[in-house]
């Protein structure tokens, strides 16, 4: 778990002095002024706060299917930018741990490109669900976009939507906004580029996971920019935290979707009265579902 992350990279004989920052998910180490390590640990986070135990194996899932879909993306969309530089421990990190150790963390892995991060989640969302439901339900428009009526719960929108929100600084929580509200944000070049690539980037792996017997109802990216001011894919993509996953034969509009992400771990909390509250534990039940719900869509994108 991240206490056992820490522990092995900071201090004295170990590789780094300091923790460079830390995600609700991702332990940041900085290797030089280009470079960053990112460390996927099993902490989970739903309704932006931290659960108290983490989830056996998510950070090496994690690392493993973003791994796989930067490739993917990278061979089916000529020119894309990645700030992947590599996956797993780079040598003079992994030679000053035990092997173990390295192994471990090695799985949890990623070499990055330190980069400049617009202030945006861009989400992109195919189908209706979730706050773009609670929305749509009382106004007819999904963050501020006219949607046409009649539609129903899950239901596929006619072309899929880009429905930025704000990235909060740790403890508040991200706020839905209008393409025009974002375009003030980042520029208007900038947030017409983001837009176009996160609905391509969308369209390319709800295709390959539709083959797979998998909906991707929506997704989240982030975008950096480089020092030549290009858009470049940053973060973690089309992983279980960052998207909403259904399995295809259970498919059926007018309804909630079971499936392969947190919506398990949130339907949980809910129920439980412990939505957004600090410091709560998982009991092994909710644990084990979640786990297994990371691993089976692993498996099957894969
Ligand atoms: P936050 O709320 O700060 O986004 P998080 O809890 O989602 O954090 P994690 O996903 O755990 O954070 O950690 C990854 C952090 O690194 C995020 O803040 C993300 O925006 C940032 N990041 C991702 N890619 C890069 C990059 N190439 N260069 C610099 N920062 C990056
Ligand atoms: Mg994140």
Redesign the pocket.
């Known amino acids: 778990d991240s206490a056992i992350i820490d522990s092995a990279l900071v201090g004295e004989g170990k590789p780094f002095r300091d923790i460079f920052?830390k995600?609700?998910?991702?332990d940041?180490y900085l290797l030089d002024s280009s470079a960053?390590l990112?460390i996927a640990t099993d902490r989970i986070?739903a309704y932006d706060v931290i659960l108290s135990n983490g989830i056996p194996q998510k950070g090496s899932l994690l690392t493993s299917l973003s791994a796989f879909w930067f490739a993917y993306l990278s061979r089916q969309i000529p020119g894309l930018k990645t700030?992947l530089i590599s996956i797993g421990l780079p040598p003079s990190v992994r030679d000053q741990l035990e092997a173990n150790r390295a192994e471990q963390l090695s799985q949890r892995s990623m070499v990055?490109?330190?980069?400049e991060?617009f202030p945006l989640e861009s989400i992109v969302r195919g189908y209706i669900t979730g706050s773009a439901w609670k929305e749509y339900q009382t106004s007819g428009t999904v963050h501020g976009i006219s949607i046409r009526p009649g539609m129903k719960e899950s239901e596929r929108f006619d072309q899929a939507i880009w429905t930025p929100s704000t990235?909060?600084e740790?403890g508040d929580k991200d706020e839905n906004i209008s393409p025009a509200q974002a375009a003030a944000l980042v520029g208007k070049g900038y947030a017409a580029k983001i837009e176009k690539l996160s609905l391509q980037l969308y369209e390319t792996a709800h295709a390959y996971a539709l083959e797979r017997g998998i909906i991707i109802a929506d997704t989240k990216f982030?975008f950096?920019k480089d020092e030549n001011g290009e858009v470049?894919v940053?973060?973690?993509v089309l992983t279980p935290d960052s998207s909403r996953f259904w399995p295809l034969d259970k498919y059926e509009p007018g309804r909630s979707q079971e499936s392969y992400d947190k919506q398990y771990l949130r339907d949980w909390l809910t129920k439980s009265g412990l939505k957004g509250k600090d410091g709560v534990n998982m009991p092994e039940e909710i644990v084990e579902g979640t786990r297994r719900r990371y691993e089976d869509v692993s498996r099957l994108l894969t």
């Open positions: 920052a995600g609700k998910v991702r940041v960053l990112f986070s700030h990055v490109r330190k980069l991060m990235k909060a740790v982030e950096a470049v940053a973060d973690e």
